[in-house]
């Protein structure tokens, strides 16, 4: 076996299936695997037979292996098959700070939390005189949950040839990634990992803040220290791990628990307009994980609810509800001059008496004539047609777009391991169709391989919503897919498992364009469009979908 004859479906060392290229590095190449032992998705790096990074491999692996902290990837597994050199990793589902830099920098309390959880995953590293040597945006993912995992211990580096590294290095590579996080800017020389060098002004890195609008204060200072040769204002430079952390657990406190989902809070306040107006590190804003990412607001928690841009002063105080003004200077209205000064008198009495007699007469005839109209209901109308009583039908069909809120890619188990892309799921109701969700890769068959029944997205309308359609904009054909409701209409969260739904309306052999109605509107919160048969790409099989509208 060589590293050019593992491929999708190849199975090595009796256990690991490969599944997808994930990435090559100087021809070694990385794969998603399967490990089918333990049923769990892994990651395999594969050397080629002879390949002189062999003994670098095996040494790292070693050393990984013995770092005991969860934010690390742990080493599974390292040997030779049929003369090739694998190393198997634990999988990470999430998104690297790369792709999330893609589209703009962080917040000020984001970026400060995100480098705090590797300043102390590396100063336990560290403390056993080990190093990573490639902290890089590739290789810190931020999962789906929020949590941080650090990818490729010492491995990263052997696979790019490069030595074990030192912690003085790893701590200047978190600086980079802090710098990087705080202003979408590269801060060494040349385009690096997606991003534009940051500017230069007389041979000296600008700091965060010169670069970009809003960095808290406390993080420039930091960033600073990191990498300014020297740093300004006499400062202290900060060369290990711990001191990273300790600068940082100031600045963002010591909680574990993530600020915010990191990619939707980063999208809601870029979309708001509030990632270049922070002017200091503000406490997070809590996101329900099952809704669309809308933030909220709450006394005390640091933020004020945002005011339209047009509203002045005057419009945005609260409207005292105003007293009718005193005429008399006592808070009591006078009585108009010409009201009757004797309420007791006779001639009063004797008009509110005929007004009494009046009400009865009105309330009498409608009694009349209410009667009589049921009666017509009961015995027929005047052409002796009987009454036909109303009742409520299923709610119209409005044709409009029903809003999406939330999202989530749908591989249940025990033949699916959730990992089929979950960072792209709301680029199928963008509004774009040239951004994509794609499923894995599958072997051989169009059914996902045989190795499931299919794979979906479920979409959260946020309410009990009639969908009399939904249409999916594909890639590829042909498409075997189905529409799905959760089996019970009332459910307020989505199915896990595929029991949970049923088919309302499929169709097989889809172009780009496919079209599912039910036969009758479905009263549902929530809709799963389902995969079934893939379309081929290349030697495998795979499915793309570009959009996805919900019609009332």
């Known amino acids: 076996m060589s590293n050019q004859t593992v491929s999708p479906g190849a199975l090595i060392a009796g256990r690991y299936r ?42 790292a692996a070693r050393r990984a292996a013995a770092a005991a902290d969860p934010r690390f990837l742990r080493v599974l597994d390292c040997d030779m098959h049929e003369g090739v050199t694998y190393c198997v990793r634990e999988w990470a589902g999430g998104r690297p700070l790369e792709r999330m830099l893609s589209t703009g920098p962080l917040t000020g309390q984001q970026a400060g939390w995100l480098a705090r959880e590797v300043s102390e995953a ?58 990087a996080s705080l202003t979408g800017r590269w801060p060494s020389s040349g385009p690096a990992w997606g991003l534009q060098p940051a500017p230069v002004e007389h041979g000296r890195l600008l700091s965060p803040r010169q670069v970009r609008a809003g960095v808290p204060r406390s993080l420039d200072d930091i960033a600073d220290r990191l990498l300014g040769d020297p740093p300004r204002h006499h400062s202290a430079a900060i060369t290990s791990a711990a001191g990273l952390s300790a600068a940082l657990s100031g600045v963002v406190g010591s909680s574990h628990e993530p600020p915010s989902q990191m990619d939707e809070t980063v999208a809601v306040a870029r979309q708001n307009g509030s990632v270049d107006d922070a002017t200091q590190v503000a406490p997070p804003v809590q996101v329900p ?74 309330i009498g005839i409608a009694q ?102 939904v249409t999916v904009t594909l890639v590829g054909d042909p498409t075997n897919l189905e529409l799905m409701v959760p089996t019970d209409p009332g459910a307020t969260s989505a199915p896990t498992t595929v029991k949970g739904w049923k088919s309302v309306a499929s169709l097989e052999d889809a172009g780009e364009s496919a079209v599912l109605k039910p036969s009758t509107p479905a009263q549902t919160r929530f809709v799963l469009v389902w995969l079934t048969s893939l379309p081929k790409v290349g030697s495998d099989y795979q499915g793309e979908i570009a959009e996805v509208a919900v019609q009332k």
């Open 18 to 59: 490969i599944a997808e290229l994930l990435a090559e590095i100087d021809g070694a190449r990385v794969w998603r695997a399967v490990d089918e032992i333990l049923s769990r998705p892994v990651v395999v790096d594969v050397l080629p037979v002879g390949d002189p990074r062999t003994d670098l491999l095996f040494d």
């Open 122 to 179: 590396l100063e336990n590293l560290h403390r056993t005189g080990h190093s990573h040597g490639s902290i890089s945006p590739s290789t810190v993912v931020v999962t789906d949950a929020g949590a941080i995992k650090v990818v490729g211990l010492a491995t990263e580096a052997a696979l790019r040839s490069a030595g074990p590294g030192t912690p003085e290095e790893d701590v200047r590579a978190l600086g980079e990634l802090l710098y």
């Open 289 to 362: 994980p099952a809704l669309d990412p809308t933030p909220t607001y709450q006394n005390g928690n640091g933020q004020a609810a945002p005011q339209p841009s047009y509203a002045t002063a005057a419009e945005t105080r609260p409207v005292r509800r105003q007293q009718p003004p005193s005429q008399n200077g006592h808070g009591r209205r006078k009585p108009p001059n010409d009201e009757p000064k004797q309420r007791g008198s006779w001639g009063g009495r004797i008009l509110i008496l005929l007004a009494i007699l009046a009400l009865l007469s009105v």
């Open 368 to 469: 009349f004539l209410v009667k009589g109209a049921i009666n017509n209901d009961q015995t027929g109308n005047d052409n002796g047609d009987k009454g036909t009583p109303t009742t409520s039908g299923p709610p119209p069909v409005t044709n409009a777009k029903a809003t999406i809120v939330a999202a989530k890619d749908f591989d249940p188990p025990p033949d699916g391991n959730g990992a089929e892309h979950s960072e792209d799921v709301k680029k199928t109701y963008d509004g774009k169709t040239d951004t994509t969700w794609t499923t894995q890769s599958y072997f051989k068959r169009p059914d996902l391989g045989g190795q499931k029944k299919g794979v979906g997205i479920w979409y959260d309308l946020g309410q009990a919503t009639n969908v009399s359609q």
